[in-house]
């Protein structure tokens, strides 16, 4: 579970789409988010999904990336469009069956389940 998939690499302005495996969080008792790692960087919140539906994404990736979830395929999707260089990353995804703050949905500590990630490249 939390496997992601759909990394890769992709031109600046370019879109991708990721998608974690995450059937058995698709119930309404799980926070769900996405976080990204560069090297020598702190893990950074990119967007969450809150139990009641309030989505809350990070300042670098507003009006650019869509949180989502998709409960026939049992996944937490991640649109990212008009990418960027800076947005080149390990991506992961994350859930937590507490319920939250919305201002602290996207603090790395805040969540207990983790997946492995994917890369993600963008060049210029």
């Known amino acids: 579970q939390l496997a992601v998939s759909g990394g890769g690499t992709v031109l600046a302005g370019g879109s991708m789409k990721l998608s974690c495996a995450a059937s058995e969080y698709m119930t309404g008792a799980y926070a769900m988010a996405w976080f990204r790692q560069s090297p020598g960087k702190e893990r950074e919140g990119v967007a969450a999904?809150?139990?009641?539906?309030?989505?809350v994404y990070g300042d670098s990736v507003k009006g650019r990336f869509t949180i989502s979830k998709d409960t026939r395929k049992g996944t937490l999707d991640l649109q990212m469009n008009n990418m960027k260089p800076e947005d080149t990353a390990m991506y992961l995804c994350?859930?937590?069956?507490?319920?939250?703050?919305?201002?602290?949905?996207?603090?790395?500590?805040?969540?207990?389940?983790w997946g492995q990630g994917t890369q993600v490249t963008v060049s210029s």
């Open positions: 994350a859930a937590t069956s507490i319920r939250l703050l919305y201002s602290i949905l996207l603090v790395t500590g805040t969540y207990t389940k």
């Open positions: 999904l809150h139990q009641d539906g309030v989505k």
